[in-house]
């Protein structure tokens, strides 16, 4: 997704939901922000989060999927459930 925002007075800029939960970006999470030559600014989870939920606890990353266990759990009971 891309969109434009305009920067507030005060420097800050909303995320919107969409471009958060592609990202798999939370409140609360820490990011770390960087600057590029050509001005581009990257936004980025300082440490790798679920991308269901936001923990930083107890993560694995599974085919490029930042996840943590709970999730995973939560995801195979309902694989599980499923298939019966
Ligand atoms: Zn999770």
Redesign the pocket.
Known sequence: METSKKICKNGSITLPKQIRAEAGLFPGNAVDISTSTDGTVTIKPTAPC??????VEN?IVADNVV??????EKIIEKVGATND
């Open positions: 679920c991308r269901f939920c936001g923990t993560v996840i943590c266990r709970k999730c995973a």
